[in-house]
């Protein structure tokens, strides 16, 4: 296991690398005097994801849902296209037909892997944010990353 240390916005994300593929990420509000001088493989295709919205394959991450219905919400979310949001209760129908939009947040809260499974994607249903892990503010920023427009 290894770590990875990518600045953005006002701190930076501390990626954990295991197996060789993408098992956490953890987004850190303060800047680290310490960011990887190495640009290995990993750096590299993370820096794709944030500069230029190339999505990481699945091979090299690790989807962290741990049932079904959490992995296929993921996946789901996964395939949502760059420059888009999706709603709580829009994501909750593609997976499945009941309300589940609860549990779909709580996933949400759980990602262990934003941005590669772009949680900050999901918004509320009236165009608002909706809340965010480490802040609205970090959530807005990840999306203004992406130039997508945002209703309120």
């Known amino acids: 296991m290894r770590k990875i240390k990518y600045p953005f916005y006002k701190g930076h994300f501390d990626i ?11 987004i850190k509000n303060e800047k680290t005097g310490k ?5 290995d493989f990993f750096y590299t295709l993370f820096d794709e994801l944030i500069k230029y919205n190339k999505k990481i394959p699945l091979k ?27 709603s709580y209760k829009q994501l909750t129908n593609r997976v499945t037909n009941k309300k589940a939009y609860r549990a779909v947040g709580t996933l949400m ?9 772009p949680c900050h994607r999901v918004i509320k249903s009236d165009g608002t944010l909706g809340n965010f892990g480490n802040g609205p503010e970090w959530k807005k920023a ?7 427009e945002v209703i309120r």
């Open 16 to 26: 954990t690398i295991k197996d060789n593929k993408f098992y956490k990420i953890e």
């Open 109 to 117: 809260k759980n990602n262990t892997l934003p941005v590669i499974i």
């Open 35 to 39: 960011i990887n001088e190495e640009k």
């Open 142 to 148: 990840l999306i203004e990353n992406e130039k997508i």
């Open 60 to 86: 090299y991450f690790v989807n962290p849902g741990k049932t079904e219905f959490a992995k296929k919400v993921y996946l789901e979310l996964y395939n949502t296209n760059f420059g888009e949001t999706i």
